[in-house]
């Protein structure tokens, strides 16, 4: 039950509007089917499935909305579901910023379901943790990992005759390699929406290589460095301050995209002419629904253009008061890079710190985009253009929106992991700000 | 419920409205209906019976249903208003020394049994690649109970309209007095749980949780500055009673505090001036001050650095690919003199405080909960550990802390409340105060960040007063303190009395993959430290 198609989705959904007595009426089915195993201390510690599929019905009587929603997929049950949320649309106050239903839109098609991943079972998980596992042991290190694969599909259908469908599949593997000495750390992940082109023992090897390339910090003066954030350390700090490209917050004057005296900053040059960030739910490498969760249809995007703030997302409402196109937030997102691998980024450096990773990020100030954090399992002093030794981890202090204007080079794109389907280069950044030290490994 | 869902729920991460894409919403009314006992009971015992003619040696089956309900506002809009429901049947074996967990909301009795069958399938499929096997420590069956949180009103039986003019009120109340925009919430929790094992237990648990959380924004168009002021309500393991603005359990001072009873539009009357005296607040400079922490701060510095390391499976490795490890390890217990902080620092941990987020009868597999030390007059003397975990510290009894966070998670170590003990001299913040010369004296939580083995991190906070000579000079803006665990605990160097002693605590304390979440409080009384670096945050950007 857990994972329709297409024909199955709409039939149920198409009930719903058959039972609906609302002035408007809209309905969401969405269902996954997942597995999962997780290991530490080089041993499996837990592992499960758990599937699960729900309808949502919104049903609307002039500005007031209602909610309610089932997992039961009878006649009756559908029906009392529509009846449930007319009920509640009833209690609701009105509300002001009440915006109709979309029509119908053509959506473009995003190829992100791989029977290859829908047909993983618990022995492929076992494996693929062993795999991991036995590396470790032979190179006295100790793992810990943790693999997630399901399915999932979502379906919606209105009673203007919006109707979408999108399904897709992924596996999402992240591992931590500790010496057994503890001196050293080292991590890597990988995702795939085909399983197929998931390499889980070459993620774990690169993990493992870190950690034995960690082993003995050497601990570096806090201060202003160039350091080279390998996509996964950037990526959080990038998609942060890209959730904050909210044209209401800007347009509000509380967000860093606000302009001293009022209106936003779109328009201007913020970050340096190398950088250009877009969303695009038909990139191949991080394919997405191709609508947003109002039937929105998600676009190619340009947010940041050699620089410049293109676009801002909208919510209807918003674009409705300032009387513009009501462009989504976007559902994935591509960073522009160059052609260099991290290792010619680490050979054109003369001084500098190599960071894998960034963790426990937190905003400081909204207000300049200001984050703290640390560096995490594999920190390198790099010297001459070659890695020269580890060091401690630093806690930072840094914002993107200054980073992205001490941007020395950027590397190739490549995608990250799992819950960010985000293609992000490598980045050299000059005098990006450390702190204080950290005695963590 | 994760934060970030949390937060596209209630359009307060992204500023735009969303229906929830998971949960069962449902009507007010059938909020109340309570489940049927022998149902759960008769569903269970198919799960159970069915992991064993699988194989299992030992199975758990926890039936639940989860319900929130949320009011959502920003300034004069409600907007959204949703009740939701989750309902399904979580089922945990061992089988060849090996655990196994499936999940399902197909409470039909034969997939209910399936899943139990895949449970045990999923163990044995694992006990290949398993070198230790599970060791549970003997824990005897409940048999039959029941329990409640004791509210005194049930927030689920206030009518919505009552909630909507209360956050109007509010709201408007903010408004007039300065704010640009306001964001505010009811977030309510209840936890109908249903846990048997092939031991003998059959507990039924009727969990309450509260929140009641706003944000308030003044905005400078001039400069462009804008402020946010969040609300200093707590979680709360309590009923609609915590909304009673009660005269007797607010604690006076630079700003209004509150024990056990919140005065929701006293507080955003409040945060309205303050987030508009933050605008022109001068600059802290940065540099080494004595700090005089609120428990409405120093409950989220308890649970990073002291919750957090403290945790035996993050000890032991569990979580090194998540969360981490700790600097909190074995060694360092076994040498029982290891000087977690200054002798005057006493920290324990429980599932019993009444009004707290984590108070239960029984954690998630069925032990029986009580408070215990972790540090006694600054020495590190324990650990949080469950019913697979104790024997490696040598002891045989589950601490009852394990937790999951819905019928489709399985159960695993969570953080037990963890709070501070009050001293034992009288003494007030005032008094406290009198003997700083030159301080910040820190009310709310803001930003807050830690190391994987949790021993450098970083503080904001909301509200920040800079203390000169003993006195409160007036209000600074840009403060952050970083500090090192052991070194903070260290510095601690006077405690206020029990009759301060609050708690404070977490909707959304995070941790295990796949993640999930757990409510947590934290008590303390107003605490100093003493000497530690401050730095300051503002920047520039073109």
């Known amino acids: 039950m857990a994972i329709l198609n297409k024909d199955e989705a709409r039939s149920i959904l198409e009930k719903v509007m058959k039972y609906s007595q609302s002035e408007e009426c809209e309905a969401n089915l969405n269902g996954n089917a997942g597995g999962n195993i997780r290991y530490a201390l080089n041993t499996v510690t837990t592992a499960g499935q758990v599937n699960d599929t729900t309808l949502v019905v919104q049903s609307g009587f002039g500005k007031r909305v209602g909610t309610a929603t089932v997992n039961e997929f009878d006649e009756g049950s559908i029906e009392k579901v529509v009846r449930r949320s007319e009920e509640l649309a009833r209690l609701a106050p009105e509300n002001p910023e009440w915006v109709s239903i979309e029509g119908p839109h053509k959506y473009g098609a995003s190829r992100a379901y791989f029977e290859s991943t829908d047909s993983i079972d618990p022995d492929y998980r076992a494996k693929a943790a ?298 050299k950044i000059r005098e990006f700000t450390f702190t204080s030290l950290s005695d963590a490994v | 419920m994760d934060r970030r869902r949390f937060l596209k729920l209630t359009g307060l991460g992204m500023g735009t409205l969303a229906v929830p894409v998971s949960g069962r919403v449902i009507a007010a009314e059938e909020l109340l209906s309570p489940g049927d006992l022998a149902h759960k009971q008769k569903l269970a015992d198919m799960a159970l019976d069915a992991a064993k003619k699988a194989g299992a040696s030992y199975a758990d089956a926890r039936v639940g249903r989860y319900l929130n309900q949320f009011v959502v506002t920003r300034e004069k ?104 925009f306001i964001n505010s919430i009811f977030f309510l929790v209840n936890e109908q749980k249903f846990f048997a094992s092939t031991e003998g237990s059959y507990i039924d648990q009727d969990v309450h949780r509260l929140w009641a959380p706003f944000f308030v924004t003044a905005v400078d168009k001039e400069t462009g500055k804008f402020r946010t002021r969040q609300s200093l309500s707590q979680p709360v393991g309590m009923g609609w009673e915590y909304l009673d603005g009660d005269a007797a359990e607010k604690v006076p001072g630079v700003t209004n505090r509150y024990r056990w009873s919140y005065d929701m539009v006293e507080d955003a009357i409040a945060a309205a001036k303050q987030a508009k005296e933050k605008l022109t607040a001068p600059s802290i400079e940065p540099g080494k001050y004595d700090l005089v922490l609120d428990p409405s701060h120093l409950w989220l510095t308890i649970h990073e650095s002291v919750g957090h390391p403290l945790e035996l499976d993050r000890v032991l490795g569990y979580e090194a690919n998540y969360a981490g490890t700790s600097f909190a390890t074995l060694d360092k217990w076994k040498s029982r003199d290891f000087q977690y902080g200054s002798k005057l620092v006493n920290l324990y941990a429980d ?83 009198k003997d700083v010369e030159k301080g910040i004296y820190i009310v709310g939580a803001g930003s807050y960040s830690i190391d994987q083995q949790r021993y450098n991190f970083q503080f904001g906070g909301q509200l920040f007063y800079e203390i000169e000579n003993g006195e409160i000079k007036g209000m600074v803006e840009d403060v952050a303190y970083q500090s090192n665990t052991q070194e903070f605990w260290n510095s601690c160097a006077a405690l206020c009395d029990k009759s301060d002693y609050r708690l404070g605590g977490s909707f959304f304390d995070g941790k295990g993959q796949p993640g999930q979440v757990s409510a947590v409080s934290h008590g303390s009384s107003t605490a100093r430290f003493d000497g530690v670096n401050v730095i300051n945050t503002a920047r520039k950007i073109g």
């Open chain 1, 130 to 427: 062993a795999g991991s596992i036995e590396p470790a042991k032979k190179n006295k290190a100790t793992a810990a990992g943790f693999l997630e694969d399901g399915t999932s599909f979502q379906a919606m259908l209105n009673s203007k005759g919006l109707f979408a469908y999108h399904i897709d599949t992924g596996c999402d593997f992240s591992v931590t390699m500790r010496t057994d000495d503890l001196t050293g750390s080292g991590w890597a992940t990988s995702y795939a929406n085909d399983v197929s082109r998931l390499d889980t023992e070459a993620t774990s090897q690169r993990a493992l290589d870190k950690a034995l390339m960690s082993r003995d910090a050497k601990a570096l003066e806090p201060g202003k460095y160039t350091v080279i954030l390998e996509p996964n350390a950037c990526v959080q700090l990038i998609s942060n301050m890209a959730g904050a490209f909210d044209a209401r917050l800007a347009d509000e004057g509380r967000s860093f995209l606000s302009k001293d005296g009022g209106g936003t900053r779109l328009g201007e040059k913020m970050f340096d002419e190398r950088v250009t960030l877009y969303s695009d739910p038909l990139h191949p490498d991080v394919p997405v629904a191709a609508w947003d969760q109002d039937g929105r249809p998600r676009e190619r995007v340009v947010w940041i253009d050699k620089g410049v703030v293109k676009n801002l997302f909208y919510s209807r409402f918003w674009a409705q008061e300032q009387k513009v196109a009501a462009t989504p937030p976007p559902g994935n997102g591509i960073m522009e890079g160059g052609k260099k691998s991290t290792a010619e980024l680490i050979k054109s450096t003369e001084r500098g710190i190599l960071v894998t990773r960034l963790w426990y990020i937190r905003t400081v100030d909204p207000q300049t985009q200001l984050y703290t954090g640390l560096t995490r399992d594999g920190t390198f002093y790099i010297e001459g253009g070659e890695i020269k030794y580890p060091v401690k981890n630093f806690r930072f202090n840094e914002s993107p929106v200054i980073m992205l204007n001490n941007l020395e080079e950027l590397g190739t794109p490549e995608r990250v992991s799992a819950g960010n389907p985000i293609m992000m280069p490598a980045m």
């Open chain 2, 77 to 180: 809009n409600v907007q959204n208003i949703v009740n939701t429901e989750s309902y399904g049947t979580g089922i945990r074996v061992i089988a060849n020394g090996t655990w196994g967990f499936a999940a399902t909301n197909d409470m039909k009795p034969e997939s209910v049994a399936q899943a139990a069958r895949d449970a045990v399938a999923i163990a044995k499929a694992n006990s290949k690649f398993q070198t230790n096997p599970v060791n549970l420590a003997p824990n005897k069956g409940a048999g039959k109970v029941s329990w409640a949180t004791p509210i005194k009103k049930n927030a689920f039986e206030i009518p919505i309209k009552d909630k909507v003019d209360m956050l109007m009120e509010v709201n408007s109340k903010a408004m007039a007095n300065g704010a640009d």
């Open chain 2, 351 to 433: 599932k019993i405080q009444p009004g707290s987020l984590g108070a239960v009868a029984y954690d998630d597999e069925g032990v029986k909960t009580r408070q215990w030390d972790l540090v006694k007059d600054g020495v590190l003397v324990n650990y949080q550990a469950i019913r697979d975990q104790v024997h490696m510290l040598d002891q045989k009894e589950s601490h009852g802390c394990c937790y999951a966070d819905s019928w489709s998670s399985v159960q695993f170590q969570r953080m037990p409340n963890v709070s501070l003990a009050p001293g034992s001299k009288p003494l007030t913040p005032d008094e406290m105060i």
